[in-house]
T-cell receptor, first 116, second 114 residues
């Protein structure tokens, strides 16, 4: 299957700082990438959908100024958590898809963010 | 509104027991259906998927699922579970109406005891 690489896998940052998470599709061009958040013992919640070269579409309740998403190329999307606070601590997961009908999404390994 | 409902939140089975995890969805339009597994400390892995055709889908590790359109269901089954099947299982749905973003159920935690 296709490979999606997410980096870093773990990050600890101080409250008030910003953290950037990268999501790369290694062997295919991802027209669309998705960012999810997973709280402990809970399901994945879609945060935003990003299409290459255009602004991300955020789900209701997700602050676009806090979670900056950039999808500058067909193989890279980044999520920047700005001015992080302890409540932003979570597991962030990206997925990428070549797009179109009947295509599956491929998931990155996830990033465990801890804000102290 | 789009939603995915998994009925069993926690399931405990003995090895060799049969497994069935329920999944129902509410979605407008044509759907694609998925089951993912997340082993402890690992990332999501695709177990199986349904796009069209035969509603009985076979996946990896002996899992299968049946799409019953009239019941809006996509239940996951395995005839005989193993200890290594202990994991979190997620049903997910997507389609054109959601921009193909996956909508996940809350997950089912499966514990298989020796």
């Amino acid at each position: 299957g296709a490979v999606v690489s997410q980096h870093p896998s773990r990050v600890i940052c101080k409250s008030g700082t910003s953290v950037k998470i990268e999501c790369r599709s290694l062997d295919f061009q991802a027209t669309t990438m998705f960012w999810y958040r997973q709280f402990p013992k809970q399901s994945l919640m879609l945060m935003a959908t990003s299409n290459e070269g255009s602004k991300a579409t955020y789900e209701q309740g997700v602050e676009k100024d806090k979670f900056l998403i950039n999808h500058a190329s067909l193989t890279l999307s980044t999520l920047t958590v700005t001015s992080a606070h302890p409540e932003d601590s979570s597991f962030y997961i990206c997925s990428a898809t070549p797009g179109g009908l009947n295509t599956e999404a491929f998931f990155g390994q996830g990033t465990r963010l801890t804000v102290v | 509104a789009q939603s995915v409902s998994q009925h069993n939140h926690h399931v405990i089975l003995s090895e060799a027991a049969s497994l069935e995890l329920g999944c129902n969805y509410s979605y407008g339009g044509t759907v694609n259906l998925f089951w993912y597994v997340q082993y402890p400390g690992q990332h999501l892995q695709l177990l199986l998927k349904y796009f069209s055709g035969d509603p009985l889908v076979k996946g990896i590790k002996g899992f299968e699922a049946e799409f019953i359109k009239s019941k809006f269901s996509f239940n996951l089954r395995k005839p005989s579970v193993q200890w290594s099947d202990t994991a979190e299982y997620f049903c997910a749905v997507n389609g054109k109406n959601s921009g193909y973003a996956l909508n996940f159920g809350k997950g089912t935690s499966l514990l298989v005891t020796p």
